[in-house]
Nanobody, 125 residues
Framework: QVQLVESGGGLVQAGDSLRLSCSAS????????MGWFRQAPGKEREFVAT????????SYADNVKGRFTISRDNAKNTLYLQMNSLKTEDTAVYYC??????????????????WGQGTQVTVAS
């Protein structure tokens, strides 16, 4: 059974940093792209960042580019999101996800098949 578990969320002040982790179990994901999405209250879930299976290529939403860094450790089956210079508008539940197909790399929600339960990030002003 595939399971993704996010951790590392919390309440921080604007300008602070947080690192989210996503631990994957049930299979090996080194051939699959993985991504981070987020959902703020009253809004649709939006793309944040994605990374190829090897970790060699990444892509970011414009509103986090330069502040967030996605990475992965395939030996640990773990995905990370380093978030720096956090803003109040970054407040959301953050979800990690795995793509449907091997070697996929996408910013589209529908291209992901496995999702975690999410971790809350709250940025206070």
């Amino acid at each position: 059974q595939v399971q993704l578990v996010e951790s590392g969320g919390g309440l921080v002040q604007a300008g602070d940093s947080l690192r989210l982790s996503c631990s994957a179990s049930g299979r090996t994901f080194s051939s699959y792209g993985m991504g981070w999405f987020r959902q703020a209250p009253g809004k649709e879930r939006e793309f944040v960042a994605t990374i190829t299976g090897s970790g060699g290529t990444t892509s970011y939403a414009d509103n986090v580019k330069g502040r967030f860094t996605i990475s992965r450790d395939n030996a640990k089956n773990t995905l990370y999101l380093q978030m720096n210079s956090l803003k109040t508008e970054d407040t959301a539940v953050y979800y990690c996800a795995v793509t449907r197909s091997t070697y996929a790399f996408s910013g589209q929600r529908d291209d992901y098949i496995y999702w975690g339960q999410g971790t809350q990030v709250t940025v206070a002003s």
